[in-house]
């Protein structure tokens, strides 16, 4: 893959583990929303660096309009937060987004009964996540 998603612990040379998952997820959120990388650099050593640091630039997302609600998933508070312990994991992502779906205009009627495409496509970002764990240490 590509160093961009690489989380911080893997960047000091741990184990992969479902944490790293959701961070390479808070990345790719980070890019939607922002419409840039978070962490940006020509060259491998000062990327590296960047990513441990986790310092994050919200300014983007929050210039293009996002609701804070879904903003906060791509920082250092959730999804990109430096230590894997911390981090979000996909059971309190999902609590999050049914807490917070009010923001976007969607009710609890549209998550459990409408949208049955996005419903299905989480489901098999669950089911992918969830094969990871069963999957070997490398």
């Not at 893959?1 to 808070?26: D, I, N, Q």
């Not at 940006?40 to 983007?60: K, R």
């Not at 929050?62 to 609600?69: D, F, Q, R, S, V």
């Not at 309190?92 to 496509?121: M, T």
Request: a negative charge; aromatic letters at 6%; proline letters at 8%.
């Amino acid at each position: 893959g590509t160093p961009y998603y690489l989380s911080p612990e893997k960047v000091r040379g741990l184990p992969y583990s479902k944490p790293a998952e959701l961070w390479a997820l808070g990345v790719v959120l980070y890019e939607i929303l922002a419409f840039r990388r978070p962490f940006q650099s020509d060259n491998l050593a000062a990327l590296s660096g960047l990513i441990q640091t986790c310092e994050v630039d919200e300014a983007p997302m929050l210039a293009a309009g996002h609701a804070p609600e879904l903003t906060t998933l791509a920082t250092p508070r959730h999804l990109l937060h430096p230590d894997p312990e911390q981090r979000l994991t996909v059971t309190a992502l999902l609590g999050h987004l049914r807490l917070h779906a009010g923001a976007s205009g969607l009710g609890e009627k549209d998550l459990s009964e409408g949208h049955e495409d996005c419903r299905q496509a989480a489901l098999v970002g669950i089911q992918g996540l969830a094969l990871t764990e069963r999957l070997p240490s490398v």
